[in-house]
C-alpha cells in the first residue's frame, strides 16, 4: 500500500493496545514486539524511499512558492539560511544572505516588480535574467524559491525573488519545470 499510494507524509508507529477501548478489553495483542518493529521498519524504510524518488522527480527543477518562516534551526553564521513551506505543504531551506535587525535576520533577494518583466520576456528562468535592486525578505513574505536538491522530505533551493500570491501565479511558474535553464553557477543568485 505505502509503495503504490507514495504519500508525502505519514505519521508511523508500532501498534500499542489503547486502554479504554472494546479491543482492550475483547482481544489479546498477539504479536511480538519484535514483530512489530521489525514491520514498522519495513513500512518507513518504504515510505523514505518513495519520498525521495517523488521528491527527486516532482520537484527538483520547480520554482516553489514559498512562505517564509523564519531562520533553519541549523543556520549558523557564515551559513544563515531561511526555512519555509511551499504551496505544497512542503519543508524548504534555502540559504540567504543577510543582515540583522531588531526583528531578526533579514534577507536579502530580488524584487518580483523587477523580475517579472524579465520573466515573460525569456518565457521562463534564463541566465540572461539579472536584475539589480535587491529587496528585504523577512518571515511572513513570500519568495519563488528554486528546488535544487531533495533529502527525503526536506527540500533544499535558492531564493529567487520576493514575491506575492497574485504576482507568482500570473507569472505562471509553478506548472513549469525549469531543470534545463538552472543555472549551472548558483553562485549568481546571491
Not at 536538491?149 to 514575491?163: D, F, P, Q, V
Request: with cysteine; charged share 30%; glycine share 6%.
Amino acid at each position: 500500500l505505502m509503495e503504490h499510494v507514495a504519500y508525502d507524509q505519514a505519521y508511523m508507529f508500532a501498534y500499542s493496545m489503547r486502554g479504554r477501548t472494546h479491543a482492550h478489553r475483547t482481544m489479546e495483542d498477539d504479536v511480538p514486539e519484535d514483530v512489530k518493529m521489525r514491520r514498522l521498519n519495513e513500512v518507513i524504510n518504504v515510505f523514505r524511499t518513495k519520498v525521495q524518488e517523488r521528491n527527486d522527480d516532482m520537484e527538483v527543477g520547480r520554482i516553489r512558492l514559498v512562505l517564509v518562516e523564519g531562520e533553519s534551526k541549523k543556520s549558523r553564521p557564515g551559513q544563515r539560511a531561511f526555512s519555509g513551506r511551499t504551496d505544497q505543504n512542503k519543508r524548504i531551506v534555502f540559504p540567504i544572505a543577510g543582515v540583522e535587525d531588531e526583528d531578526g535576520l533579514v534577507g536579502q533577494c530580488w524584487s518580483e516588480e523587477e523580475i517579472a518583466p524579465m520573466l515573460q520576456q525569456t518565457k521562463g528562468w534564463s541566465d540572461e535574467i539579472s536584475p539589480s535592486i535587491k529587496v528585504p525578505l523577512r518571515p511572513g513574505d513570500y519568495a519563488a524559491v528554486l528546488v535544487t536538491e531533495t533529502r527525503g522530505h526536506i527540500l533544499k533551493g535558492e531564493a529567487l525573488w520576493r514575491s506575492s500570491l497574485q504576482g507568482f501565479n500570473s507569472l505562471s511558474l509553478a506548472a513549469n519545470k525549469m531543470e534545463e535553464n538552472i543555472p549551472r553557477d548558483l553562485s549568481m543568485l546571491s
